[in-house]
């Protein structure tokens, strides 16, 4: 006797139609508890831990103010002006100024970078400008590249300031303060007379009370009209 293989054929397919849509019903079920299991343990670490911040050592800072000044006006010593843009250093040699002690020899003058780049775009100082001159003496007048004037140790250090807001009654808004011309220097300088500086930069200085005649750097910095 033949086996009916038709009737084993029909039952297998009515088997795999019933069985083939529980399995993937069943499989979706597993899939939507599963994504909601970790969308469970997700938030759950998010309460317990919180977002993901860097720490404040990471995350970035305002920049330093350039200068600091004590409650009565004082101008607090500045740190790292000799990375600011070297603007020159002209030199006023003793010995070519029947030997003055008082005079300061290598004037190194530095501007803060900000004003700088916004006087490369301006050709004028702008409100908040710092300009530092630090002073050296003569180390010895020769060298392997010949004689000449070659800067020894430090001796003094000079800052000057344009604040419209803190000098607004200062000649051209530009204060003056002396660090001494002396090792160890003062860690405070007062304000300046304005007679005492401020009238030689208005009567001699060539830009806005900034002696920019003596520096290339300055007058190769100023925009050029095309």
């Not at 600011?84 to 006023?92: A, E, F, K, N």
Request: proline share 8%; hydrophobic share 35%.
């Amino acid at each position: 006797m033949q086996p009916n293989t038709s009737m084993k054929t029909e039952n297998q397919i009515e088997f795999t139609q019933t069985v083939a849509p529980r399995t993937a019903v069943a499989l979706g079920r597993s899939v939507t508890i599963w994504v909601a299991v970790v969308a469970v343990v997700a938030g759950l670490s998010y309460v317990l831990t919180g977002p993901a911040i860097p720490p404040a050592s990471a995350q970035p800072q305002p920049p330093a103010a350039l200068v600091e000044f004590t409650p009565d006006g004082k101008l607090k010593q500045p740190v790292s002006y000799r990375k600011w843009v070297h603007l020159g250093t002209p030199v006023t040699p003793k010995d070519m100024n029947d030997g003055d002690d008082a005079i300061s020899e290598f004037h190194a003058v530095y501007m803060d970078p900000e004003s700088f780049a916004h006087y490369e775009k301006t050709g004028k100082f702008r409100d908040g400008t710092v300009m530092v001159k630090e002073f050296s003496g003569v180390g010895s007048k020769k060298a392997v590249s010949g004689k000449g004037y070659f800067m020894g140790e430090f001796t003094g250090l000079q800052f000057s300031i344009k604040d419209s807001k803190r000098f607004k009654d200062e000649p051209g808004n530009w204060a003056y303060f002396d660090f001494g011309t002396k090792y160890p220097l003062k860690a405070e300088a007062p304000k300046e007379a304005a007679a005492s500086c401020n009238e030689c930069h208005q009567d001699s200085a060539k830009t806005d009370w900034v002696f920019s005649q003596y520096y290339p750097v300055l007058r190769a910095a100023v925009p050029r009209s095309k």
